[in-house]
């Protein structure tokens, strides 16, 4: 069974500031790990997935992730936010022998950005 | 292009009632699954299926059922409910390791 830590459970950003959202796992087996956003009333909508290949992966809307399997973290960059990126963000994993139908998600960052 | 429907949109129970929510989705997807999302606690998932007539329990199954005979059709049933069932509820499908597609959520509140 995997788990999801998100560090931080709110984070208050400047708009066109950079901005970091953590995420740790632990799993006894190999990984795969999404980012989800939420804006609000609206169901959840993928930002970007690592399944294998290049650590650094890019994704929708400017946002980036990097996968540390050393220190088992896949933490979302954006080097500058827009006021439309005011959300929750949700980051996810699954087994690699599993589902992504099965995921475990964290328990979310709102990123709110002002001007 | 519909997606994933989910109905109703809200809906208000009493303690004990019963009553199914309803998940169709129109992309051919083998994977479907049901999550409930409460403050703080991110979303966890109640049941999932690989396919039709094939279904198994996800991290918090008690108190609900589910059943999929069709690839489109993924219903989850409270069967009596309770106030700890109240929350927003999300129905999703994809194919494997496939992006997860969800509908817009169905706010359920228990008196």
């Known amino acids: 069974a995997q788990s999801v830590t998100q560090l931080d459970s709110q984070v208050p950003v400047f708009e066109e500031a950079p901005v970091e959202l953590r995420c740790n796992y632990s799993?006894?087996?190999?990984?795969?790990l999404f980012w989800y956003v939420q804006y609000p009333n609206q169901g959840l909508q993928l930002l970007l997935k690592?399944?294998?290949?290049?650590?650094l992966v890019k994704g929708i809307n400017g946002f980036e992730a990097e996968f540390n399997k050393s220190q088992t973290s896949f933490h979302l960059r954006k080097p500058s936010v827009h006021i439309s990126d005011t959300a929750e963000y949700f980051c996810?994993?699954?087994?690699?022998?599993?589902?992504?139908?099965?995921?475990?998600f964290g328990t979310g960052t709102r990123l709110q950005v002002t001007l | 292009n519909a997606g994933v429907t989910q109905t109703p949109k809200f809906q208000v129970l009493k303690t004990g009632q019963s009553m199914t929510l309803q998940c169709a989705q129109d992309?051919?997807?083998?994977?479907m699954s049901w999550y409930r999302q409460d403050p703080g606690m991110g979303l966890r998932l109640i049941h999932y299926?690989?396919?039709?007539?094939?279904?198994d329990q996800g991290e918090v199954p008690n108190g609900y059922n589910v059943s999929r005979s069709t690839t489109e059709d993924f219903p989850l049933r409270l069967l009596s409910a309770a106030p700890s069932q109240t929350s927003v509820y999300f129905c999703?499908?994809?194919?494997?390791?496939?992006?997860?597609?969800f509908g817009e959520g169905s706010r359920l509140t228990v008196l």
């Open positions: 999703a499908s994809s194919y494997p390791y496939g992006e997860l597609f």
């Open positions: 799993s006894s087996v190999s990984v795969y």
């Open positions: 690592y399944l294998s290949g290049s650590t």
């Open positions: 996810a994993a699954c087994g690699s022998t599993g589902t992504a139908s099965k995921l475990t």
């Open positions: 992309m051919n997807h083998e994977y």
């Open positions: 299926s690989v396919g039709a007539g094939i279904t």
